[in-house]
């Protein structure tokens, strides 16, 4: 089956402009979270989706959002970039309520840059 | 707040060396993940422990999981340059998992 899709894998913004990302999670799998990964602060939760509503959200200011369809796909959205929102953004798949044991599939990515 | 400390944070050994990282936390987990990943994809699910003082092996991988269930640990046997990457751990009791900062390796033939 299909693995997590995330597009587009790579993206170079100016500061001040604003991004959308999106992810397709592996079909059944109802349950979306978005990470932050940088090299000083390794992956930090972002937000959690499930059946189109946000069940958990990370420490981040309001400039980052997201959202999720009634087929599962999601979307995050990033306003007034800033230099620091330089990071790969990664998107995880899994069965709700089975994380824990069954662990995230992740996409590959997707790579932005702020300028 | 549930915090994963993983060291070391860099190794860097010859093709065939043994080596182990290590994953500690100050809070108990349900189950933790080890995950590993390479430049420019996402973290892989290697394993998932849920018992205090489970172990188990994959292929020359073997993972730990503590008694008191707040720590791990990551025992490769005879690296491999394919075994370059970065190793996370991962944990959480329900929801979303916190992740570690990772170890990265490098195995150089």
């Known amino acids: 089956k299909a693995g997590v899709t995330q597009t587009p894998r790579y993206l170079i913004k100016t500061r001040g402009q604003q991004v959308t990302l999106s992810c397709s999670p592996i079909?059944?799998?109802?349950?979306v979270s978005w990470y932050q990964q940088t090299p000083g602060q390794g992956l930090q939760f972002l937000f959690e989706?499930?059946?189109?509503?946000?069940?958990n959200k990370g420490n981040f200011p309001g400039r980052f959002s997201g959202r999720q369809f009634s087929n599962s796909r999601s979307e995050m959205n990033v306003s007034t970039l800033e230099l620091g929102d330089s990071a790969l953004y990664l998107c995880?798949?899994?069965?709700?309520?089975?994380?824990?044991?069954?662990?995230?599939?992740f996409g590959s990515g997707t790579r932005l840059t702020v300028v | 707040t549930q915090l994963l400390e993983q060291s070391p944070q860099f190794l860097s050994i010859q093709e065939g060396e043994n080596l182990t990282v290590y994953c500690n936390s100050s809070?108990?987990?349900?189950?933790l993940q080890w995950y590993r990943q390479e430049p420019g994809e996402g973290p892989v699910l290697l394993v998932t422990?849920?018992?205090?003082?489970e172990v188990k092996k994959l292929k020359r991988l073997t993972f730990q999981f503590g008694d008191a269930r707040k720590d791990s640990s990551l025992h490769i046997t005879a690296a491999q340059p394919g075994d370059t990457g970065l190793y996370l751990c991962?944990?959480?009791?329900?929801?979303?998992?916190?992740f570690g900062k990772g170890t990265k390796l490098s195995v150089k033939p």
């Open positions: 995880a798949s899994s069965s709700p309520g089975r994380t824990s044991l069954y662990g995230y599939t």
């Open positions: 079909s059944g799998h109802r349950s």
């Open positions: 989706y499930f059946s189109e509503t946000q069940r």
């Open positions: 809070s108990v987990f349900s189950s």
């Open positions: 422990v849920v018992t205090g003082g």
């Open positions: 991962a944990g959480g009791s329900q929801g979303n998992l916190i």
